[in-house]
């Protein structure tokens, strides 16, 4: 046990040990996500809208929250290749989409406001300094424990020739 304890000890093993634990650590924090929303509203009059132009999404899109309401509009939504046709005489519509939209004004002008929520991963660029140092590390922990190997077979050979020397002493 006490080989063990020493090969943990032994100064390559140890520091490529914790370069591969320091390595772990920073690619638990490059998964570390957030929860980012961005909520928009306004008119829009005749013509064809997209939702999304004014808003950068750094990440993976969760949802989009459309409302839109008016009081005498026909109103085309274009999402996820499906076309649907809303006429809003005084209503509004909720819509939850996954993709963003295409909508096309007729006529009349629309009140809208929309959601998009996404995640957002702002440590992300750790994962790629975390791959380098586990890469460094267990280099590093490699070699210290091929020469810690080697050290403990000179110091087997050396007892065993210290022995054979007290044997022929005799």
């Keep these: 046990m006490s080989s063990f304890r020493e090969g943990i000890t ?3 093993i140890r520091t490529g040990l914790i370069l591969l634990l320091l390595a772990f650590l920073m690619s ?3 998964s570390y ?3 980012r929303e961005d909520v928009r509203t306004g008119v829009w009059g005749p013509g064809t809208h997209s939702i999304g132009d004014e808003i950068e999404v ?4 969760v949802s989009i929250s459309l409302e839109i309401s008016s009081d005498n509009a026909s109103v085309r939504v274009i999402a996820d290749g499906v076309e649907n046709t809303y006429t809003l005489s005084g209503s ?6 996954s993709s963003p939209p295409s909508v096309l ?5 629309v009140s809208y406001s929309y959601a998009v929520k996404w995640v957002e991963y702002p440590y992300s660029y750790l994962g790629f300094l975390a791959f380098f140092i586990m890469i460094v590390g267990s280099v590093i922990a490699f070699r210290g424990y091929l020469s810690f190997m080697e050290s403990l077979k000179e110091k087997a050979t050396a007892k065993k020739r210290g022995e054979k020397n007290e044997g022929s002493k005799l």
């Design 105 to 109: 004004v007729e006529n009349g002008e």
């Design 28 to 30: 638990l924090a490059a």
């Design 58 to 61: 750094s990440g993976e899109v």
């Design 92 to 97: 509004s519509e909720r819509l939850e989409l």
């Design 33 to 35: 996500n957030v929860l």
């Design 10 to 12: 032994y100064p390559p």
